[in-house]
């Protein structure tokens, strides 16, 4: 059964420095998003990406949060200059015209 | 914001069917009801979707009331691995831009021995 894969599964980094989220969506999935859930706290919504644009964003995704799809397969999540309060879980997630699937997800630390 | 309301929490005894409320009476015409399962710090996992009819798959079956505005989501034998927590999220269905979703609190399901 097709699923989402994100790497790496855990990453840690110092306030300040930049980091990027790797997705795999769903190989035919049109609809790519990003949310994160900080430790104890609700699955927050982020961004979503359709036809190699942003479709929707919420007030968390500011200029430090960037999305793209660089090829075929990919999708990412750039921080430019983490913060300590990024430090959270952060779940990729696809769809095609209906069901969402997440992934793992990456557990950010942010030092 | 959320669109549903659960119970905060909820037991089963290991092997007895697990019955999860939702109400989400603020549903459009063309919203479906998802139910995803997280647990502890996994990603979110889809259970089953509905629009309006009662569903069954391999894991679970969803009985949504004839006027839409309440759910529930069954899992027939519950077993010690379905302790998680249950989101119940409506949202956007087939041919649409379905756009993200919106988790709650959901219900903690703790499947006891």
């Known amino acids: 059964e097709p699923e989402v894969t994100q790497t790496p599964s855990h990453q840690v980094t110092q306030m300040g420095q930049e980091v990027i989220l790797r997705c795999v969506p769903i190989s035919n999935h049109l609809y790519f998003y990003w949310y994160r859930q900080i430790l104890g706290q609700k699955v927050e919504f982020l961004v979503s990406?359709?036809?190699?644009?942003?479709?929707?964003k919420s007030e968390i995704f500011d200029d430090q949060f960037s999305v793209e799809r660089p090829d075929g397969s990919n999708f990412t999540l750039k921080i430019r200059s983490t913060k300590l309060e990024d430090s959270a879980m952060y779940f990729c997630a696809s769809s095609g015209f209906d069901t969402q699937y997440f992934g793992p997800g990456t557990r950010l630390t942010v030092l | 914001d959320a669109k549903t309301t659960q119970p905060t929490s909820m037991d089963c005894a290991e092997g007895r069917a697990a019955n999860l409320p939702c109400n989400h009476s603020?549903?459009?015409?063309?919203?479906?009801v998802y139910w995803y399962r997280q647990i502890h710090s996994q990603g979110p996992q889809y259970i089953i979707h509905?629009?309006?009819n009662n569903e069954t798959n391999e894991m679970a079956s969803l009985i949504i009331t004839e006027d839409r505005k309440s759910s529930t989501l069954i899992l027939p034998h519950a077993t010690l691995r379905d302790t998680a927590v249950y989101y119940c999220?409506?949202?956007?269905?087939?041919?649409?831009?379905?756009?993200?979703?919106?988790f709650g609190d959901g219900t903690t399901l703790t499947v006891k021995p």
């Open positions: 990406f359709y036809n190699n644009e942003i479709s929707e």
């Open positions: 603020t549903i459009s015409g063309n919203e479906y």
């Open positions: 509905g629009l309006k």
């Open positions: 999220i409506v949202r956007g269905g087939l041919n649409t831009n379905a756009g993200k979703s919106t």
